[in-house]
Nanobody, 121 residues
């Protein structure tokens, strides 16, 4: 099982970017999916998460600017980022709790490789 993230890059403050992450492999189902970020010298923090039923949770710092969505049929999670600020600059990591076998419904936590988002002022 692996998570492959795409998107990111360099954008000016006020601009928009989108991130996408697809889970592949022998997957029975996926519980929560989400995005974390880690800025230089800081701890990794939750940006947004979404349950299998579509319930979302966003960090206060991104509410009103970021939107998380998922496509269960395609095992993907997306993060739309608008009105980006320099403080959004970080490496963004995709995360998913993946159920490999039905007898272990809690699943296993997987991380994708990070993708850099840089917002210039």
């Amino acid at each position: 099982v692996q998570l492959q993230a795409s998107g990111g890059g360099l954008v000016q403050a006020g601009g928009s970017l989108s991130l996408s992450c697809v889970a592949s492999g022998r997957i029975f189902s996926i519980n929560d999916m989400g995005w974390f970020r880690q800025a230089p010298g800081k701890q990794r923090e939750l940006v947004a998460s979404i349950s299998s039923r579509g319930s979302t949770n966003l960090a206060d710092s991104v509410k009103g600017r970021f939107t998380i969505s998922r496509d269960n049929a395609k095992n993907t999670v997306n993060l739309q980022m608008k009105s980006l600020k320099p403080e959004d600059t970080a490496v963004y990591y995709c995360n998913a709790r993946i159920v490999l076998i039905p007898t272990n419904s809690l699943g296993v936590n997987y991380w994708g490789k990070g993708t850099q988002v840089t917002v210039s002022s």
